[in-house]
């Protein structure tokens, strides 16, 4: 009795609390102090978009945060669809082309959505926490971000309102056949469905293939010398052009990350490189962005599907980059692995395959920028476990390789994802079965796996956008030197991980060389670089010419400070300014006398 009056009294207090709880947080929320505050837009980001309503989100976003944002289009895709692109920047800390700014792009491929997605919830993001949290203020304060959700809406249209098959091409029209007719040969959704399917034809004891004991939608290859029951036809379609091929020239047909200038290669030994680089709308209006915002300093294009954190180059022929930068590239890459589990940092040609003419080559070779590729999803986080995506490659294993995403499908997403092998009266082959993985299965998250892909990644791009140059100016010194002489010595830092200028643009000229001016009523007899200001030694003298106005063209490294000394004849104020193209412009005032 006495252990259940306790319980009693127990559950009663718990009750009342539960209760007073409840009030507490009506109350606090009825005045928006809740310790999870009201959004300004209450967004969902568990469905897929379309280009029309990716482009109808960030007009609200606009419309929303008028003061951070302003929507523009880079231009217009080969289906007259816009290229959107929102610009985030405090106009109250300087104007946009004063400050580093960080270029994010997505869905470069059709079928690659879930970047476009993150580049939306990245918008939402910072404005949603400006107010909120102080760290999410001071990088919206000191940066600016170019965010393109969409660089291939074409594509992604086409991936959207279809099947997906062929959806990762962009829409200019190609040959792919050789046959001189373009895109005449596209995938056929023969039975409606709106996924294409595999066919498999039943042929008892002439086919190539058998049942797999456990799953028989699992089609197996029969050893050497046997002969199974099934043959596999290939993909849903018909021979539209009569050439004995199906499906073989969907609309478009080239890739659209083969098309940059950077190791550039013709179509015969980079497929779907196109005619020369550029020459899809898409891309050509990327590049003219780019160009003219030459501030930009980090990059970060999402694709979708491998799990890796991606650096140039795409080739081994094209050597790899000096050791200054790979010290840069590998301490956000590493880090980023710990901000994203199940990822790899990886460079592209050694982790990927070789890739030519891809954009982050062109970025980071081009216009100096320092430039990263997510591949968002990884089969692994099915599962979230190392010891089941041991098994799923354990061929013992009941989620062995064939099974794991059958089991997922299954118990997890309840079907959804996997159409049944089902009778079918095909006009070429007769009686078969079709069915197959939808196209939302495989390369992209289950939706509600979205939200930590998004925030994530995300975070790890604000990492590697935190990181972009800042130039600061320092402590300064004035030494009289008699004769009417001064020494006046100006410490310029750059805070920031990423040089002013990589090795790698140094070495190709792509970024203006930073820039040190003086201004004022004294003459700069002699100036140079101090070795080290808390040692007397000698002064590295700059031979230039003109030394109120001195070019840099090694730029600033990261995380550094350097002391410019000047020796000068005269007395008053002296301005002292470094100019960086992707670090900004800093100034200070020296009083001599």
């Given at each position: ?388 995506t041991e098994q799923m490659n354990n061929p013992f294993s009941p989620l062995s390789a064939g099974r794991s995403r059958f089991f997922f499908d299954d118990f997890v997403e309840f079907g959804e994802m996997y159409e049944e092998w089902t009778p079918f009266d095909h006009p070429d082959y007769g009686e078969v079965e079709m069915g197959g993985w939808g196209k939302y299965t495989g390369r992209i998250n289950p939706r509600f ?145």
């Amino acid at each position: 009795m006495r252990i259940a009056r306790l319980l009693a009294a127990t559950s009663f207090a718990a009750l009342a609390l539960t209760v007073a709880l409840a009030a507490t947080s009506t109350k606090l929320g009825a005045q928006g102090m809740s310790s999870d505050p009201p959004h300004t837009l209450d967004l969902t980001w568990d469905r897929w978009l379309d280009h029309n309503e990716v482009g109808e989100r960030m007009q609200l976003m606009a419309r929303t945060w008028p003061k951070f944002l302003t929507l523009t289009s880079m231009g217009d895709s080969y289906g007259g669809r816009e290229l959107w692109v929102m610009t985030i920047n405090n106009p109250d800390t300087g104007p946009e082309m004063s400050k580093a700014g960080m270029f994010i792009e997505a869905n470069v491929h059709g079928n690659e959505i879930q970047g476009g997605e993150i580049c939306l919830y990245t918008i939402w993001y910072l404005m949603e926490n400006y107010d909120r949290n102080p760290e999410i203020q001071r990088m919206v304060d000191e940066r600016v971000f170019y965010i393109a959700p969409t660089v291939n809406p074409d594509g992604r249209d086409y991936f959207m309102d279809g099947t997906g098959s062929g959806a990762r091409t962009g829409h200019v029209p190609v040959d792919s056949d050789g046959d001189g007719l373009f895109d005449e040969d596209g995938p056929d959704d023969l039975n409606e469905n709106g996924v294409i399917e595999q066919i498999r034809k039943y042929v008892p004891g002439e086919g190539t293939h058998r049942l797999n004991q456990h799953d028989s939608r699992i089609m197996e290859t029969v050893a050497p010398g046997e002969k199974g029951d099934w043959v596999l036809l290939g993909s849903e379609g018909l021979d539209n052009d009569g050439d004995g091929r199906v499906n073989e020239d969907p609309p478009g047909g080239y890739d659209p990350n083969r098309n940059y200038a950077a190791d550039w290669q013709p179509n015969y030994i980079q497929g779907g490189s196109m005619d020369y680089p550029f020459r899809p709308p898409e891309s050509r209006a990327t590049e003219d962005f780019l160009a003219a915002h030459p501030n930009i300093a980090g990059m970060q294009s999402y694709h979708n599907s491998g799990g890796m954190i991606l650096r140039p180059p795409g080739s081994a022929w094209y050597g790899d980059f000096p050791a200054s930068d790979i010290r840069v590239y590998d301490e956000i890459g590493e880090n980023g692995e710990r901000i994203l589990p199940w990822y790899n940092y990886l460079i592209i040609w050694r982790g990927l395959y070789t890739v030519h003419g891809g954009s982050i080559d062109w970025t980071s070779d081009g216009h100096g920028i320092l430039s990263f590729s997510n591949e968002l999803w990884n089969g692994g986080k099915y599962f979230q476990s190392p010891l089941l995506t041991e098994q799923m490659n354990n061929p013992f294993s009941p989620l062995s390789a064939g099974r794991s995403r059958f089991f997922f499908d299954d118990f997890v997403e309840f079907g959804e994802m996997y159409e049944e092998w089902t009778p079918f009266d095909h006009p070429d082959y007769g009686e078969v079965e079709m069915g197959g993985w939808g196209k939302y299965t495989g390369r992209i998250n289950p939706r509600f796996m979205s939200m930590e892909t998004f925030h994530r990644n995300m975070a790890f791009t604000l990492y590697h956008a935190d990181e972009m140059p800042i130039m600061r100016m320092g402590e300064t010194r004035v030494e009289t030197m008699g004769g009417g002489l001064y020494r006046v010595q100006v410490d310029i830092i750059n805070e920031r991980l990423i040089p002013s200028i990589t090795a790698r643009a140094m070495n190709n000229r792509v970024v203006r060389p930073d820039l040190l001016t003086t201004d004022g009523n004294v003459e700069i007899v002699a100036a140079g670089w101090v070795v080290d200001k808390n040692r007397p030694g000698k002064t590295r003298m700059i031979d230039q010419e003109e030394l109120s106005r001195i070019m840099i063209r090694s730029g600033h490294p990261g995380r550094t400070t350097k002391t410019i000394e000047y020796l000068v004849r005269g007395s008053g104020n002296m301005e002292v300014t470094y100019s960086s193209v992707k670090g900004g412009t800093v100034s200070t005032t020296v009083r001599v006398r």
